[in-house]
């Protein structure tokens, strides 16, 4: 077992304040297990007092309300959503190999993953507190204090109003059916399917109703998408907020060596937003044609979809490529080279792995006794 109750097999990015990402293996399931799933944070988990914790819910409302732990599970209906959540670094390590992206995580495929999450809808907590009519947005603050900010500053974000009206996103206590780990935001956490992981704020302490988008260092400054020739400054480039639409490949990995004849392959699929994965193809001629994989268990609008497929391959070196498609018939872009943004975000180009096909064993016998 590794620090903050995970797996020894996470791969860990920086020990302070702790990143880590989930490995290929367990990516494969369908949900992910806590123990596994990946863990972002921009500095060290705070300490709660749980009995003192109050969730203060203000700026543009009727009402202000101070809530505790109790208060919300006895006031409000319970929920459980099935969410992907997705860092926007997910994948950067492609990037990267692209030009250099100094001082940012090197993300490989695992800064995702799925959970059941439980709580009270955010929504019905906004109806109680009763947002006046020009607020616009809803923001959430962290009880964690950022070192990496400038000027350092407590972890935040803000959705719109409309996506925060919605019944899934969530007010969490608890994750895969436990009470919410202390690493994933303990005592409670927002999370917003669709959205960034970025908007998912841990530990939150506050809800502010805005007339206009958080002014903090993780909205305004980072988690933007910059033009290539760029460099990061308050309110420079675009923010995110809506996850693309990704996807890559968890078996067979880059490099791996395989026997000719049917050989799986499988990994996962993310629409994003409010889309779904409507197709994933697979091609192993360079795109010059595609076939269709099989997608496997659907968890529902907000989830990933897991997608299989078993391929005839002949003997020699082969690239095999994948593209999503989702329900607003969008694909994924080519190559990396085109995607490069000196943050390294939204790294969604179509998953390449490069497989040795060695000849089955009947064929090598035959082949020696020729
Ligand atoms: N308070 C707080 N919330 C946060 C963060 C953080 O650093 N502090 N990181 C965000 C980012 S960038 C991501 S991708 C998700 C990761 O959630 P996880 O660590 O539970 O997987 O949490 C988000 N919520
Ligand atoms: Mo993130």
């Keep these: 077992m590794g620090r903050f109750g995970k797996r020894d097999d996470l791969v860990v990015h920086v020990e302070e304040p702790f990143n880590a990402e989930t490995c290929l293996g367990s990516l494969t399931n369908p949900v992910t297990d806590t123990d596994a799933f990946y863990v972002r944070s921009h500095g060290p988990v705070p300490e709660i007092d749980r009995s003192a914790w109050r969730l203060r819910v203000g700026g543009m409302v009727e009402r202000e309300l101070s809530l505790s732990l109790e208060t919300l599970r006895e006031a409000f209906a319970e929920r ?25 995580v090197p993300w490989g495929p695992g800064a995702t993953g799925t959970a059941t999450w439980t709580g009270v809808v955010l929504a019905d907590v906004l109806a109680l507190a009763g947002p006046l009519g020009d607020a616009s947005d809803v923001g959430f603050e962290g009880a964690d204090v950022s070192p990496e900010a400038e000027p350092v500053q407590q972890f935040g974000g803000s959705i719109p109003l409309d996506k925060a009206s919605r019944p899934e996103v969530l007010l969490a206590w608890a994750m895969n059916g436990e009470p919410l780990p202390p690493v994933h935001g303990a005592p409670l956490r927002v999370v917003v399917p ?177």
């Design 80 to 104: 459980t959503v099935t969410a992907t959540l997705q860092c926007a670094g997910n994948r950067r390590a492609g990037l990267i190999a692209v030009r250099d992206i100094p001082d940012e």
């Design 194 to 370: 669709g959205y960034i992981g970025a908007r998912s704020v841990k530990w939150l302490e506050r809800i502010e109703l805005r007339p206009r988008p958080w002014p903090g260092y993780f909205q305004h400054v980072v988690y933007r998408l910059l033009p290539a020739d760029a460099t990061a400054g308050p309110g420079i480039g675009m923010p995110l907020g809506l996850v693309a639409l990704n996807s890559d490949v968890l078996s067979p990995r880059e490099g791996a060596t395989v026997t000719a004849g049917p050989v799986e392959a499988r990994g996962y699929a993310f629409a994003g937003g409010d889309r779904y994965v409507a197709r994933v193809d697979v091609s192993i001629d360079g795109g010059a044609s595609w076939t269709q994989a099989e997608l496997l268990e659907d968890l529902g609008r907000w989830a990933w979809r897991h997608w299989r497929i078993t391929l005839d391959l002949v003997p020699g070196e082969h690239e095999l490529r994948v593209r999503a498609w989702d329900s607003s018939a969008a694909t994924q872009p080519d190559a990396e080279a085109a995607l490069w943004n000196p943050k390294g975000y939204v790294n969604n180009a179509s998953p390449r792995v490069h497989l040795r096909v060695l000849p089955a064993a009947g064929a090598r016998l035959r082949a020696a006794r020729a």
